[in-house]
């Protein structure tokens, strides 16, 4: 199974690629998880691409695709999620892929509003230690602020406040609705109304990827 993710920022992309890669048995590769760990660690990597992300830019294609082709060597399945996010990616991205003898299955686009968009990312919070992803209205922690894995004091990132988020969607509109575009063309979209509850879209999902496994 070799899939791609895409969808705003807040549409549960993430989320829901982490429940079909569990599913599936597949690898989940995000660039935005791997980034910010960097960031956390203060590598390289991390010192170059912080203050992008805070202001909800794109950190440059070459580090990216550098980061992601290594992964892709290595691995026969796995969902690529937040990646590639501008043209230059996908063809970097179809040119390696040709190299590896391997083939995208699907190209899975979780769709929702700007409007929507900004008010579940609001809600956000994310545990900064094990990295757990909450929402305060839909998905709470059980205890107040608290992450339910490791009791760490969850916390809003830098990029998920409004006018970043509003940047973002921004951004996400000018750089990778072409993306999609490009995949629409091979054919290899499939769309979710990623306005649903959280488990219905997961539902929707198991049963549309079954047949790539
Ligand atoms: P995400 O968690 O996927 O929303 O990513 C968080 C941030 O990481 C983005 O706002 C970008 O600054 C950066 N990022 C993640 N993936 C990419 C990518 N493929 N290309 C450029 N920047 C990225």
């Known amino acids: 199974m070799k899939l791609l993710f895409f969808g705003p920022p807040g549409a549960g992309k993430g989320t829901q690629a982490k429940m079909v890669a569990e599913e599936f048995d597949v690898e989940h590769i995000s660039t935005g998880d791997i980034l910010r760990e960097a ?3 203060g590598t390289e990597l991390g010192k170059k691409a912080k203050a992008i992300m805070d202001r909800g830019d794109l950190v440059p294609d ?5 980061l992601v082709k290594e992964k892709l060597i290595e691995l026969d399945s796995f969902i690529l999620d937040g990646y590639p996010r501008t043209l230059e990616q996908a063809l970097f991205l179809d040119r390696t892929l040709k190299e ?3 083939e995208i299955d699907a190209a899975v686009l979780i769709d929702v509003s700007e409007e929507e968009v900004v008010k579940r990312i609001s809600n956000r919070r994310v545990c900064p230690k094990c990295g757990k992803v909450y929402n305060l209205i839909t998905l709470k922690p059980k205890e107040d602020e608290k992450c339910d894995v490791c009791g760490t004091k969850i916390v809003q990132r830098d990029d998920d406040k409004e006018e970043v988020v509003r940047g973002r969607y921004k951004v996400y509109k000018a750089n990778t609705e072409p993306v999609i575009e490009y995949y ?4 290899k979209i499939i769309t979710v109304n990623g306005a649903q509850d959280v488990e219905e879209v997961t539902k929707e999902l198991f049963n549309i990827l079954r047949r790539f496994k």
């Open 39 to 41: 960031v956390s660690k």
């Open 62 to 66: 070459e580090i990216m695709n550098g």
């Open 100 to 102: 590896l003898n391997k």
């Open 184 to 187: 629409r063309k091979n054919n």
